[in-house]
């Protein structure tokens, strides 16, 4: 097996895929297009009321970002916790069919692997309950300097900050080993459960920082996409707002890019984010290092994973998007 180049940290969660319309969404608890923890029963309870049978797939922030990158052909291994179950079994085997590395994957024997009900209403945004299930059950004694050894990087989902010491131990872990990290700021909740912790964390560990409008405009408190770019740029060395159709912004030092979208007929934005990251940080550490063609990649990943449900982007759309970083 390659080395590992770069290793995910977060929650291997199942995804469950359900159409629904913004009445259904207005009819349960939390809001839109954000991200909510709930229990298994309350989540069983919400797809009940849904009536429909759910598509799978393996998802989780981190691990989509991972998975984006396997498939681009960088090595890569996914530090989290599954149950020992069928879902489990399941998730592991896809990943390993992108060639990713599940030896640093922990398991809880008592606990099922993790879900995520993403609903997905006819403006293609999604709405995520989580129960995280086993993901919730990684502690910091599980982590352990030999997961960190042989990466050069280290991608986290900001989610990881619901447990404070278990991110703050995995960031630790990865300053320790020299790789550098990327952090995603994953969900406006999460950069309010952060609160006053997050600029610190940022400071101390973190190198590459992606938000959304929504997060970046919690973080920094304006809803200008450029003045929020600069908030988080002054704490990291790259700082990335994705705007979904109106693309991205990216700063490095005194470097600011404009990344245009690629224009898709979008049927959900589930991963959309994530598989962005996936092509920043497949040309950013493994190409040009230069950070407009890095959000180049980024959009055209965005564009082929929002044609379709869920975050796995089929084999077909691999081949083409492989062809398209060799022109």
């Known amino acids: 097996m390659s080395p590992v180049k770069v290793l995910g940290v977060g929650s291997p969660i199942l995804d469950l895929l359900v159409r629904v319309d913004d009445a259904f969404i207005d009819a349960i608890p939390g809001d839109k297009g954000g991200m909510a923890l709930v229990s298994a029963a309350e989540l069983d309870d919400i797809l009940a009321k849904s009536g429909v049978a759910p598509e799978r797939a393996p998802g989780g922030s981190a691990a989509n970002t991972i998975f984006g990158l396997a498939n681009l052909g960088a090595p890569t291994a996914l530090l989290g916790k599954v149950g020992v179950d069928d879902a489990a079994r399941f998730y592991k085997g896809r990943y390993e069919t992108m060639g990713g590395d599940i030896s640093r994957i922990k398991t809880s024997p008592g606990t099922p692997t993790g879900r995520c009900l993403s609903l997905v209403t006819p403006d293609s945004e999604r709405t995520m309950r989580t129960d995280l299930g086993a993901a919730a059950e990684l502690a910091p004694d599980d982590l352990t300097p030999a997961d960190f050894a042989d990466a050069t990087h280290v991608h986290l ?7 404070q010491p278990l991110a703050m131990c995995a960031l630790a872990l990865a300053k320790d080993a020299g ?35 929504m997060e970046a405009e919690a973080f920094s408190g304006s809803s200008d996409p450029g003045v929020a770019l600069d908030a988080l740029a002054e704490h990291c060395s790259v700082a990335a707002v994705k705007l979904g159709p109106d693309g991205a912004l ?77 022109s």
Do not use: C
């Open 157 to 163: 989902e900001g989610y990881l900050l619901f447990n």
């Open 179 to 213: 790789a550098s990290v990327s952090f995603d700021l994953a969900s406006f909740e999460v950069v309010k459960a952060a609160g006053d912790a997050l600029p610190e964390i940022l400071d101390e560990f973190v190198d590459i920082v992606f938000a959304n409008e």
């Open 250 to 326: 990216v700063k490095k030092g005194a470097e600011t890019a404009e990344i245009d979208a690629i224009s898709a007929e979008a049927v959900d934005t589930t991963g959309a984010g994530d598989l962005w990251a996936a092509g920043f940080l497949h040309e950013f550490l493994l190409g040009s290092g230069e950070i407009a063609a890095a959000g180049r990649l980024g959009a055209v990943l965005g564009a082929e994973v929002v044609q379709i449900m869920g975050a796995a982007i089929p084999e077909d759309a691999w081949a083409r998007i492989k062809q398209t970083m060799m």
